[in-house]
């Protein structure tokens, strides 16, 4: 059972418009969710994260809102740029719960010039 | 955030054999967490690693098949036992940041079992 659904696999968008990558999960219990970029034959980059307090995180062109009540959340990148072209994973964990990270499938974004 | 290093980046290997992957932290850190991602796959928990005691393996991982070592809070070793092609795969280091709600990566190994 994926408790982390990323439902899209990949998403294509124009350079300068907005990307929106939306991530589901299950479990009630995820208190703070994270999103990792990825490039190809790399490790994953920590982009940005949200509590489970707060309902939007802003930092430069990434934004992260949070619904708890539909257990959703997306990443919002405006304007995209061509180098945000990768693939995105949302992740969840609960906080002190000694359990990991539960990471969903990963949406690659493919940003055309 | 931690710098971490692995070792090796990319190897292609015999069937049969088997091959270890090292793993340098920057800083000391409690837990040290293994992942894997197979083509077209998410990330997956194989292992947790802690200094001092026994790694705690994630359903469907074994320590025959993926030995464990943490010598120290800085270093983990994992390897990959008895390769075969379903074992090729990203295998990623990671560390928990010090708030403890982060979990930074290794640049990962790619290996390929040919």
């Known amino acids: 059972d994926q408790q982390v659904k990323q439902n899209s696999p990949s998403l294509s968008v124009q350079e300068g418009r907005i990307s929106i990558l939306n991530c589901d999960y299950t479990?009630?219990?995820?208190?703070?969710f994270l999103w990792y970029k990825k490039y190809p034959a790399e490790g994953p980059t920590f982009l940005i994260s949200?509590?489970?307090?707060?309902d939007k995180n802003e930092d430069g062109r990434f934004t992260v809102f949070l619904n708890k009540s539909a257990k959703h959340l997306s990443l919002h990148i405006v304007p995209s740029q061509p180098g945000d072209s990768a693939v995105y994973f949302c992740?969840?964990?609960?906080?002190?719960?000694?359990?990991?990270?539960?990471f969903g499938k990963g949406t690659r974004l493919s940003v055309i010039a | 955030s931690a710098v971490i290093s692995q070792k090796p980046s990319r190897d292609i290997c015999q069937r049969g054999t088997s091959l270890t992957i090292q793993c340098q932290v920057d800083?000391?850190?409690?837990?040290m967490f293994w992942y894997r991602q197979q083509p077209g796959q998410s990330l997956t928990l194989i292992a947790t690693?802690?200094?001092?005691?026994?790694?705690?393996?994630e359903s469907g991982f074994v320590i025959d098949k993926f030995p464990i070592s943490r010598p120290n809070l800085t270093f983990s070793t994992l390897t990959v036992s008895n390769m075969s092609p379903e074992d090729s795969s990203i295998y990623l280091c990671?560390?928990?940041?010090?708030?403890?709600?982060?979990?930074?990566f290794g640049e990962g190994s790619w290996l390929t079992v040919v």
């Open positions: 990671s560390v928990q940041g010090h708030s403890g709600n982060t979990i930074y």
């Open positions: 479990n009630s219990m995820f208190d703070y």
């Open positions: 949200i509590s489970s307090i707060k």
């Open positions: 992740a969840a964990i609960i906080l002190g719960g000694n359990t990991p990270l539960v």
């Open positions: 800083s000391q850190v409690t837990m």
């Open positions: 690693a802690n200094q001092g005691s026994e790694a705690t393996y």
